[in-house]
């Protein structure tokens, strides 16, 4: 097989990078080591900022999330049991959307097979070839056979664990990375949120997240040790356990019910420099990796695929390599600001040391973010999207 572009993985950023490419006349080919049903069962992402919105309306995905997602013009932190409001919409004018990572790629792959752009899902053992040379290729087995795949470019889109960066010769690429030792225990339930907005938690007892994915579906997280087993963990234990976390009005709201999906999820902030190697990009999670708990994975998923498939337009249509040559710079200066953004929420908000010191320095950020207008501007323009 030949393509011009092939895109390993099919989490979001494989699908939109190959959905923009196509209708731009631009032959591409998604390698998925999944099932199509077992990337829609990962229950992820939440919040996506305008700018995501606008690439996925680009890409010609958008109607459903217009038409479900809810607009959020401001978010709510609790700290120690006080709530307190920043308004997105005040200080920038600007807004996010609740549409969960399931409704996108749902919307991505139905994208995908109207135009019918080909997947391959189920790919075993897919392999990177030639990345510094000139003719690229790209092996798997499916169906009990060997394939390859010749083409011009590769992009990585295959997340963190994926192949691509580990296909890098070591001299080439440098890692930075913290490792929290801390996760997130995250439950679904179909039971109506406990308020308009997010409300993000800061308490003694650990962190916790009241999310939503609809007006009658709930996301909740709480911090949580990383050595936890899912199984110890029956849905009584986590009402439990966020309860005594909320404010007093947040714990007579709360509506609890069965869990549809709990999972653990590690933290971790992680950048892979630099993010082109020959013919190869990297994009999204497979380059960087921030905790969530600023809400930036996926949309920095989507600012790098944004660089990219107009990278690739201008290397087909115009000729020139001038966005390939910079797509590494322009992509990892807006990733090391959502890294600096989603680490310091992650410090401020979480349970991390038991210093006291450390503890009235969480306490005095946020009590500055509360106070002063020019602390809360920007908080609010990195939540809402710093632009490209
Ligand atoms: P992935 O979604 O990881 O997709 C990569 C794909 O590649 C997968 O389908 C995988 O199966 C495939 N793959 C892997 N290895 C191979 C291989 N060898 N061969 C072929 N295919 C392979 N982000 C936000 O912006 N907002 C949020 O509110 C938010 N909340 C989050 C909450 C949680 C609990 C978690 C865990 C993450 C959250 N994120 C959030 C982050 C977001 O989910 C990720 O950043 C996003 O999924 C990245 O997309 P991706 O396509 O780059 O990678
Ligand atoms: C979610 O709804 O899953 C969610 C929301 C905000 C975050 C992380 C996750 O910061």
Redesign the pocket.
């Known amino acids: 097989m030949r393509t011009q572009v092939a895109i390993?993985?099919?989490?979001?950023?494989?699908l939109l990078l190959g959905q923009l490419l196509h209708k731009h006349g631009i032959d591409n080919v998604i390698?998925?080591?999944?099932t199509g049903e077992h990337?829609l069962s990962r229950i992820?992402?939440?919040?996506?900022e305008q700018v995501t919105m606008d690439l996925l309306d680009e890409a010609g995905v958008g109607a459903r999330m217009h038409q479900d997602g809810l607009i959020h013009e401001g978010v709510q932190i609790c700290v120690d049991g006080v709530r307190h409001r920043i308004s997105f919409k005040d200080l920038t004018g600007k807004a996010v959307m609740v549409y969960g990572?399931t409704e996108i790629t749902k919307d991505l792959m139905d994208g995908r097979a109207a135009v019918g752009a080909p997947t391959i899902y189920a790919?075993y053992d897919?392999a990177l070839h030639d990345i510094f040379g000139t003719h690229p290729r790209v092996t798997y087995r499916a169906d009990g056979k060997n394939h390859e795949i010749e083409c011009d470019f590769i992009a990585g889109?295959?997340?963190?664990?994926?192949?691509s960066r580990k296909s890098v010769p070591p001299r080439a690429i440098t890692a930075h990375e913290r490792v929290y030792p801390i996760g997130?225990l995250?439950l679904l339930s179909e039971t109506p949120p406990v308020s308009e907005e997010l409300i993000y938690v800061r308490h003694e007892l650990g962190f916790a997240l009241c999310s939503m994915r609809s007006h009658t579906r709930s996301r909740y997280y709480i911090q949580c040790s990383l050595a936890e087993d899912i199984e110890s963990w029956p849905d009584e234990r986590f009402w439990e356990e966020l309860k005594p976390r909320l404010d007093e009005e947040a714990r007579e709201r709360l509506v609890t019910g069965p869990s549809i999906e709990k999972s653990i999820?590690p933290l971790r902030s992680f950048v892979a420099e630099p993010m082109r190697f020959g013919r190869l990009f990297l994009?999204?999670?497979?380059a960087h990796i921030v905790p969530?708990t600023g809400?930036?994975?996926?949309?920095?998923?989507a600012s790098d695929v944004q660089y990219l498939w107009r990278a690739l337009l201008e290397h087909y249509k115009d000729k020139s390599d001038a966005g390939i040559d910079h797509y590494s710079d322009r992509a990892l200066a807006r990733v090391w600001k959502a890294e600096r953004f989603s680490w310091w929420m992650t410090m401020t908000l979480h349970k991390i040391s038991e210093n006291p010191f450390d503890v009235k320095i969480q306490l005095a950020e946020l009590d500055y973010l509360f106070r002063s207008k020019a602390a809360a501007t920007v908080f609010a323009e990195n939540y809402v999207g710093l632009p490209y």
């Open positions: 390993i993985g099919a989490g979001p950023s494989g390698v998925e080591r999944h990337v992820r992402a939440g919040v996506i990572q790919a897919v889109c295959d997340g963190f664990h994926g192949i997130w995250g999820a994009a999204g999670d497979a969530p809400a930036k994975g996926l949309n920095l998923a």
